[in-house]
């Protein structure tokens, strides 16, 4: 039976047969913050146009610096709070366990991140929502989370508007050999996971 630990971390039993054992791994605060910021500001760029058009709609019909100066501000502003919030999972406890030292197992079933033999968090594959390869490493984007699990009304609209995206490095240096990395990619386009 497994017993909760603290952290969130339980007591773990052996990986199955075929699985995928890594090496320890432990991922950069730095190269988060990078690969999320590049994220959100690819898809949301056009929010930080909101608050500019907005305030030099007036400069249209009465031209003043003021609009201007007070567009520039405001989406400037706008660019930092979004851009602290990324990083700000960085800092936070919660958001912690992604920085730890931690070796996977991985097998058809589920995903184990381990901090020890005797200490680990099992992730299943429905609580990954895509995955990408890039030159060096497999990015595993977890499942933002439901409406249900969402406060409601307007701070519910600001959660699921302004998340924090989330996800797995697994860079190939930490699989044992190349055959692990293709087992590991032949493994999410069975999941339908890598395109």
């Keep these: 039976m497994q017993q909760p630990n603290r952290g969130g971390f339980r007591a773990q039993q052996g ?17 988060f913050t990078k690969v999320a910021l590049g994220k959100v500001w690819r898809r949301e760029w056009w929010y930080a146009m909101i608050p500019f058009v907005a305030l030099m709609l007036p400069a249209v019909f009465s031209f003043s610096w003021w609009w201007v100066v007070a567009a520039v501000i405001v989406t400037i502003l706008f660019i930092a709070l979004r851009s602290a919030q990324i990083v700000g999972v960085t800092r936070v406890e919660q958001g912690n366990v992604l920085f730890e030292k931690l070796t996977y197992d991985i097998d058809s079933r589920q995903i184990i991140m381990k901090r020890n033999e005797r200490e680990g968090m099992t992730m299943t594959w429905d609580m990954i929502e ?6 060096d490493a497999f990015l595993l984007w977890l499942q933002p989370p439901t409406a249900s699990q969402l406060p409601g009304g307007w701070k519910g609209w600001v959660a699921r508007t302004f998340q924090a995206p989330v996800f797995l490095h697994l860079p190939y240096r930490i699989f044992v050999g190349a055959n692990d990395v293709k087992l590991m990619e032949s493994l999410l386009r069975r999941k339908n996971l890598l395109a």
């Design 15 to 31: 990986p199955a047969p075929g699985a995928i054992r890594t090496k320890k791994y432990q991922l950069d605060k730095d190269m």
């Design 130 to 135: 895509k995955a990408e390869r890039s030159g």
